[in-house]
């Protein structure tokens, strides 16, 4: 018998617990080779779990790797939300 911790059995590691996860901003700030560098550490890690018997599913950011994809969900960049200044010293 062995304590668990979080849900998982002591001594076990999730892949959220060895993913690293970038905001838009820091993955643009990424040359090529940190891109490339990134993938295959994420790519390994995931193998490496797997090979040790973790029964966990595919994470989508590896599905996204696998293909070559960046990391995110969206393909543009985030819209910077800066409110309309045109009621601004008005009464509504």
């Known amino acids: 018998w062995k304590a668990e911790v979080g849900g998982l059995p ?4 999730s892949f959220e617990d ?3 996860d970038f905001t838009w901003e820091e993955w643009q700030d990424l040359d090529n080779a940190r891109r490339t560098l990134y993938r295959d550490v994420m790519l390994k890690a995931y193998t490496s ?7 966990i599913p ?3 950011v590896i599905f996204k790797l696998e293909q ?3 990391p995110w969900v969206i393909k543009t960049p985030p ?3 800066i409110p309309d200044d045109s009621h601004w010293g ?3």
């Open 49 to 55: 779990l797997i090979s040790r018997g973790h029964c």
């Open 90 to 92: 008005k009464t509504l």
């Open 79 to 81: 819209k910077l939300n």
């Open 18 to 20: 060895v993913a690293v």
């Open 10 to 13: 002591e001594g076990l590691v």
């Open 58 to 60: 595919k994470p989508e």
């Open 68 to 70: 070559g994809a960046e």
